[in-house]
């Protein structure tokens, strides 16, 4: 298994561009994940989906987007990128079963705006 | 909402040392508590969970951590500290649903 993929690893933009950060998990997960880590915040939930069809705003979604068409895919979708979505974007999983079931994380995107 | 509190940003140990990371963590309901470790450019990894099943919770790389009700706390130790520990150190809740993190604590370790 190749666990949780992501894609691209670092990519710079413009001001005002978009983009879409890819994610794709192999585990068969229900759940899925977008975080923002900025230094000394910690990670900071975007948006999450707990099925195919199904998304939910997490606690930044301002200025992103979602969906989720397969179990496996669930990318993030930046219309205008501004200066404060510089940031390390990552993705994660877990299986619905309970609470104690931890996420797997993928590896991480490194956006820079300018 | 539930959420966790880690105190120090930054803690520094010398090899062979005690790592002792501290968490505390405010939820209403029997709490689903997670450690995680990141290395640098990289994503996160799960060092320990709290199930309910024993409050001493053992993980990988010989770290442990113990669930206090009464303090409210999480605290990651590790008995003597080797210079492949170094990394960011989150402590996470869950609801269910989502899980929500720590601010992170960043553990350097000294030859």
């Known amino acids: 298994n190749a666990g949780v993929t992501q894609t691209p690893k670092f990519r710079i933009l413009k001001i005002g561009q978009s983009m879409t950060l890819q994610c794709t998990q192999d585990?068969?997960?229900?759940?899925m994940y977008w975080y923002r880590q900025d230094p000394g915040m910690g990670l900071k939930l975007i948006y999450y989906?707990?099925?195919?069809?199904?998304?939910d705003k997490g606690e930044v979604p301002n200025g992103y987007n979602v969906s989720r068409s397969t179990t496996e895919d669930f990318p993030l979708r930046l219309e205008l990128a501004a200066p404060s979505q510089t940031s390390v974007y990552f993705c994660?999983?877990?299986?619905?079963?309970?609470?104690?079931?931890?996420?797997?994380f993928g590896p991480g995107t490194r956006l820079t705006v300018l | 909402a539930q959420s966790v509190t880690q105190l120090g940003s930054h803690v520094s140990v010398s090899e062979g040392a005690l790592v002792l990371l501290r968490c505390n963590y405010s939820?209403?309901?029997?709490?689903?508590l997670f450690w995680y470790v990141q290395y640098p450019n990289q994503g996160l990894q799960l060092l320990l969970k709290?199930?309910?099943?024993?409050?001493l919770v053992k993980g990988i790389n010989g770290f442990e951590a113990e669930f206090k009700k009464s303090e409210t706390s999480f605290h990651l130790t590790k008995p003597s500290a080797h210079m492949s520990d170094a990394a960011e150190y989150f402590c996470?809740?869950?609801?269910?649903?989502?899980?929500?993190f720590g601010t992170g604590t960043s553990l350097t370790v000294i030859p």
């Open positions: 989906s707990v099925g195919a069809g199904i998304t």
């Open positions: 996470a809740v869950s609801d269910g649903n989502q899980f929500y």
């Open positions: 939820s209403s309901v029997p709490p689903y």
């Open positions: 585990m068969n997960h229900n759940y």
């Open positions: 994660a999983s877990s299986y619905v079963a309970s609470s104690y079931n931890e996420q797997f």
């Open positions: 709290y199930t309910s099943a024993a409050t």
